[in-house]
């Protein structure tokens, strides 16, 4: 049974997929429902307080569902948040057997979806390519652990490690694949993050652009400007976006700034600053935890890169290499970060090399 459970549980793991981007501050689940062999019924979960993956999935099977087997990525909940228990609906159904990715990474939960169902008759399999159903998921994993956000370091660089050419100049490093790669990955993160001195020089819209694609979603957009120097008139701030845009600074910054850009659209958060003179870094993650942002999209610039680095604050490193080299007027990928040896230097894991057109996307996970 081997090969068929993972057949029905990749199954699920695509139509999980299509949640992606949706469901925070939930994770992407999706669900198969299988009678003699056959998929009578499919589903995933679509918006967080909507039905989850396994409700869909029966209701597409209908009358089938009744002695089937049921392919979910994520462990069944059996308590009541917004939607009642799935393990309800699954006994109503009468689902002979429920085969399993991976159990709720919450503590408070964990094993109670499998041992109700269990308990009531139905037989039970866990650890169905659970790798691939916590990949899925690293930012509700984390967030259920920790109240933090899953953290993911993006640059587009040169094969010497530059992001720009000049000095305070905007580049556009990498061709169009991968920068389609970046707007698909925008169109799943709940939030996109820079500091000020990349919003000035680059002016970005923080918006995802998709051609072909129904409804892409625009993240929140955060910029880190301590001082306030963002100006009101900034692209982010007066284009045509359903996504808001938080602006974080410190505790003594300008009053009547803060008035300009909160007229325009922003809404500004004051946090405590670090020795540097700078917004706390772990401050910010802790705020957006707490406002159930899941998963944020670091794309500079080279400061904040190196600060949240050498802080440990990374889980993820995503490079895309431009087959050239910049030379010494060049912005490095990090500044403020250095290393005494090489075995001081956090492992890297799950390491990806892809192509994408001319580039290379480099992917690992940070493990320390």
Avoid at 343 to 356: E, F, G, N, Q, R
Wanted: proline fraction near 7%.
């Amino acid at each position: 049974m081997g090969n068929e459970h993972h057949r029905f549980m990749q199954m699920a793991l695509d139509e999980a997929k299509k949640g992606l981007g949706r469901t925070s501050p939930n994770p992407a689940v999706g669900a198969v429902v299988v009678a003699e062999g056959e998929v009578v019924g499919r589903g995933y979960h679509q918006k967080a307080g909507t039905p989850h993956a396994e409700v869909h999935a029966l209701a597409d099977a209908g009358p089938a569902a009744k002695g089937a087997t049921l392919y979910v990525t994520l462990e069944p909940c059996n308590h009541t948040g917004r939607t009642p228990p799935c393990t309800e609906a699954i006994l109503r159904a009468g689902i002979a057997a429920v085969v399993i990715g991976m159990s709720d990474p919450n503590p408070q939960v964990a094993g109670g979806g499998a041992e109700r169902l269990k308990a009531e008759g139905v037989e039970v399999c866990s650890g169905v390519l659970e790798p691939q159903c916590r990949a899925l998921n690293y930012p509700f994993i984390k967030h259920s652990a920790t109240g933090l956000p899953w953290v993911i370091m993006k640059a587009g660089i040169s094969l010497d490690g530059k992001m720009t050419l000049l000095p305070k100049r905007s580049t556009a490093m990498t061709g169009p694949e991968a920068n389609r790669y970046v707007h698909q990955l925008r169109n799943h993160v709940d939030a996109i993050l820079i500091g000020v001195d990349t919003a000035i020089i680059d002016n970005p819209s923080l918006t995802t652009r998709l051609e072909g694609v129904v409804a892409p979603r625009d993240p929140l957009r955060i910029v880190l400007d301590t001082h306030l120097r963002l100006p009101p008139e900034a692209r982010m701030l007066t284009q045509q976006s359903a996504a808001p845009t938080w602006v974080f600074c410190g505790k003594d910054a300008c009053c009547q700034q803060e008035a300009l850009l909160t007229r325009a659209g922003a809404a500004v958060h004051r946090l405590p600053v670090d020795a540097a003179g700078r917004v706390e870094l772990v401050a910010v993650l802790r705020f957006l935890g707490q406002q159930n942002i899941t998963s944020v999209l670091v794309e500079g610039g080279a400061g904040i890169h190196g600060t949240m680095y050498g802080q440990g604050l990374v889980d993820e490193v995503l490079l895309l290499y431009a087959p050239f080299i910049a030379g010494d007027q060049g912005t490095p990928l990090v500044r403020g970060y250095s290393l005494d040896s090489r075995s001081a230097a956090p492992a890297l894991t799950d390491i990806a090399v892809h192509k994408l057109g001319s580039d290379i996307l480099f992917k690992a996970l940070v493990s320390r």
